[in-house]
């Protein structure tokens, strides 16, 4: 039997940085987008709840896929075991991680 692959993928959204661990990774059809399957969470038999967590299995309740935009995924590691989902602030001033710069092309915008 071959053992799954588990991929740890980092994404900012809505000016948050947010880790998830999955079973499914892979170039979307989509144009410029991510595709992401199978979303691994903890254990339900485990007494301390992350509320950060929680707030994640409700956001993707029902999602069999989600499809991340390119430009916003920081970070896609294979790791050996999954851990545990979450959503940090981000800060830019500190680290060295840059976001790539926004869409090049800007709805109403013209050249004058």
Same mark, same amino acid.
Not at 7 to 15: C, L, M, N, P, T
Not at 51 to 64: D, I
């Given at each position: 039997?071959?053992?799954?692959?588990?991929?740890? =993928?980092?994404?900012?959204?809505?000016?948050?940085?947010?880790?998830?661990?999955?079973?499914?990774?892979?170039?979307s059809s989509i144009y410029g987008f991510i595709e992401i399957?199978?979303?691994?969470?903890?254990?339900?038999? !485990?007494?301390? !709840?992350?509320?950060?967590?929680?707030?994640?299995?409700? #956001?993707?309740?029902?999602?069999?896929?989600?499809?991340?935009?390119?430009?916003?995924? !920081?970070? !896609?590691?294979?790791? #050996?075991?999954?851990? =545990?989902?979450?959503?940090? #602030?981000?800060?830019?001033?500190?680290?060295?991680?840059?976001?790539?710069?926004?869409?090049?092309?800007?709805?109403?915008?013209?050249?004058?």
């Open positions: 039997m071959t053992k799954k692959r588990i991929y740890k =993928i980092k994404f900012i959204s809505q000016g948050k940085l947010y880790e998830l661990f999955a079973r499914e990774v892979s170039q399957g199978e979303i691994i969470f903890g254990e339900k038999s !485990v007494l301390v !709840v992350d509320p950060t967590e929680e707030h994640l299995k409700s #956001e993707f309740s029902g999602v069999n896929r989600t499809y991340i935009p390119m430009h916003t995924i !920081v970070r !896609v590691d294979e790791v #050996e075991k999954g851990g =545990i989902n979450k959503i940090t #602030e981000v800060s830019l001033s500190e680290g060295n991680v840059a976001m790539f710069p926004s869409p090049i092309h800007t709805p109403g915008k013209t050249k004058k």
